[in-house]
């Protein structure tokens, strides 16, 4: 595996007739990232991973400079996947001048859900993902794979990919789960045992209200009721909401099963975890 340290690095490393498969990261890999790593293998000629934990997707409250920096461990989980390429720009490569030129989406996307409770992030992503792209698939166009697990990203990154005409297919990779269902996650790390095993009300709150939502032909108390339950075990949610997978506006009655998304985000302790749905 090649690793490029610089943007001229990686314009040495990649060739104009191979076009790359690229799955950017912050690093801190996990069984989740291997498997865009793998997924992404027979769509281009080139395997292309980054990982750039991006200041700029943090508030100032975050935990940038704790997210967890595992380098070596990175480097061998995608030299034994067979990752062809890493791109690790250092942060004065990247962004050698304060990035004051900023790629902002749509606020009826983004500033909802995540962006309602990270103001912000998703001009942080679009903004990093933009310059990543430019980097990786500036010259060749090519294939790009996001984790459904941060779902509205996923949105995000196809409607900028859509609106900028970007020559860039953007594939989607479903969500890994430990045993008991848990998303994985770099910040599950963040946990400790005991909170690791609480850690999958989660997911089972998702489940249920989904379930709830198929069931009720009254549901407007359903997702406060979904909310109030997690409270009651100690957690402190931002949301958990129904939304049409289209748009991600709120689901109505008349938005039929195979539709939608069960969507959450809440905090256990110091961790805040995110996870989805599909149904
Ligand atoms: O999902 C992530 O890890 C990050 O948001 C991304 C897409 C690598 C941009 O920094």
């Known amino acids: 595996m090649l690793i490029a340290r610089s943007i001229a690095d990686l314009r040495q ?18 069984e989740g990232h291997i498997a865009l790593v793998r997924q992404a293998q027979p769509l281009g000629d080139v395997t292309v991973a980054s990982i750039f934990v991006n200041r700029l997707q943090f508030l100032p409250h ?11 461990a990175d480097c061998a ?4 996947a067979g990752c062809d390429v890493l791109f690790a720009p250092r942060e004065a490569d990247l962004y050698p ?9 749509d606020p009826r996307l983004a500033d909802m859900l995540e962006g309602h409770f990270r103001p912000g992030f998703f001009v942080g992503v679009s903004t990093v993902v933009m310059k990543l792209f ?25 409607h900028m990919v859509r609106q900028f005409a970007l020559p860039i297919e953007i594939v989607a990779g479903e969500t890994c789960r430990a045993a008991d269902g848990l998303a994985l996650s770099s910040r599950n790390g ?13 997911s089972q709150a998702l489940k249920r209200l989904a379930q709830q ?10 997702e406060a009721q979904a909310q109030d339950a997690l409270r009651a075990r100690g ?6 909401t129904v939304r049409r997978r289209a748009d991600l506006l709120p689901a109505t009655a008349d938005d039929a099963a195979g539709t939608l998304v069960a969507l959450g985000a809440a905090r256990l302790g110091n961790t805040r975890l995110i996870d989805n749905l599909e149904f």
Not at 97 to 105: A, I, L, S, W
Not at 134 to 158: E, H, N
Not at 235 to 240: F, G, V
């Open 13 to 30: 490393a990649l060739t104009p007739n191979r076009r790359p498969a690229f799955v950017p990261t912050m690093g801190n890999l996990h």
């Open 62 to 72: 975050e935990d940038f400079d704790s997210y967890p920096r595992t380098w070596e």
């Open 77 to 80: 989980k995608l030299q034994a």
């Open 97 to 105: 001048e304060p990035q004051t030129f900023k790629v902002h989406p």
């Open 134 to 158: 430019a980097c990786v698939l500036g010259a060749t166009g090519g294939v790009a794979v996001f984790g459904k697990k941060d779902y509205q990203q996923l949105m995000v990154i196809r």
């Open 190 to 202: 963040y946990l400790s045992l005991e909170e690791r095993q609480e850690a999958v009300a989660l």
């Open 213 to 222: 939502w198929l069931d009720a032909s009254d549901r407007s108390a359903l």
């Open 235 to 240: 957690w402190a949610p931002d949301y958990l």
